[in-house]
């Protein structure tokens, strides 16, 4: 299985939604003092890069 840049570019958006989802997980559930909105906030940098990611698929 030969990858290409938009299977590498797959491969890193999906890591990233799961990284960003495991953070901001963290942050809801397991910290409740000011750890959790940092944790949160950047679960949601986690995932606007994703989606820069995704949409570089084809253009790159």
Do not use: E, Q
């Amino acid at each position: 299985m030969a990858m290409n840049k938009n299977t590498i570019l797959g491969w890193a958006t999906f890591i990233m939604l799961l990284m960003g989802f495991l953070l901001i997980g963290l942050g809801a559930f397991r910290y409740d003092d000011v750890a959790g909105w940092g944790f949160a906030a950047v679960g949601v940098g986690f995932l606007a890069i994703s989606w820069v990611f995704n949409s570089l698929k084809g253009r790159v």
